[in-house]
């Protein structure tokens, strides 16, 4: 059974704090994807990687970073989080062809 | 560019009716695409997938969709609702050749019993 984790279910962090968000997946895929999931804006592309140490920016990457330094890891970083990033924070796995595998999302507050 | 409309942000349907959610797509080359159902606090999970294959897929739980090129949608739909089909679901295309992914803003459906 494939699967991708998450450091964590729920985070509170306070505003201006350097936060960072981590995700395994146990699948050997290639890409690797961060989403941050609004109400009513559905799923939105932060960043995504297609190989190690290789990274592309998605539809909103200010205010982001991520970094891939193995091909299971992929960590999505907030350098200095503000009350706008308070969000749903998905991340996925997958092949050049077919479906993306998420995790089960990190809700991050941010005060 | 890609883009997918899904019309309905709220589905109300009775428990044992026809379940439909609406996809509408915009795609500059073939498409595939995915509907993914999200279920409270959890990842999004597939239902189903178009690849250039049978334009009648059938997913899991009952699901199933149809890509029809000439209207550019891809809806969803089930015979009879059950109660645990209440969640949110997910249209989704990729580009041929292309590994970003868009997603449609989400359809809540709830099922009435």
């Known amino acids: 059974d494939v699967k991708v984790t998450q450091s964590s279910r729920y985070l509170v962090k306070r505003t201006g704090e350097k936060v960072f968000l981590e995700c395994v997946q146990d699948?050997?895929?290639?890409?690797m994807f961060w989403y941050r999931q609004d109400p009513g804006l559905g799923l939105r592309l932060i960043y995504f990687?297609?190989?190690?140490?290789?990274?592309e920016k998605g539809d909103i990457p200010e205010g982001y970073s991520v970094s891939r330094e193995k091909k299971e890891r992929f960590s999505l970083i907030l350098e200095s989080a503000s009350t706008n990033q308070t969000s749903m924070y998905l991340c996925?796995?997958?092949?050049?062809?077919?479906?993306?595998?998420f995790g089960p999302g990190t809700r991050l507050t941010v005060l | 560019a890609q883009s997918v409309t899904q019309l309905g942000s709220h589905v109300s349907v009775s428990e044992g009716a026809l379940v439909l959610l609406r996809c509408n797509y915009s795609?500059?080359?073939?498409?595939?695409l995915f509907w993914y159902v999200q279920y409270p606090n959890q990842g999004l999970q597939l239902l189903l997938k178009?690849?250039?294959?049978?334009?009648l897929v059938k997913g899991i739980n009952g699901f199933e969709a149809e890509f029809k090129k000439s209207e550019t949608s891809f809806h969803l739909t089930k015979p009879s609702a059950h109660m645990s089909d209440a969640a949110e679901y997910f249209c989704?295309?990729?580009?041929?050749?292309?590994?970003?992914?868009?997603f449609g803003t989400g359809t809540k459906l709830q099922v009435i019993p």
């Open positions: 178009y690849t250039s294959a049978a334009t």
């Open positions: 699948m050997d895929h290639e890409n």
């Open positions: 996925a796995g997958g092949d050049r062809v077919n479906e993306q595998f």
């Open positions: 990687s297609y190989d190690v140490k290789m990274k």
């Open positions: 795609s500059s080359v073939p498409p595939y």
């Open positions: 989704a295309v990729r580009s041929g050749g292309y590994q970003k992914v868009t």
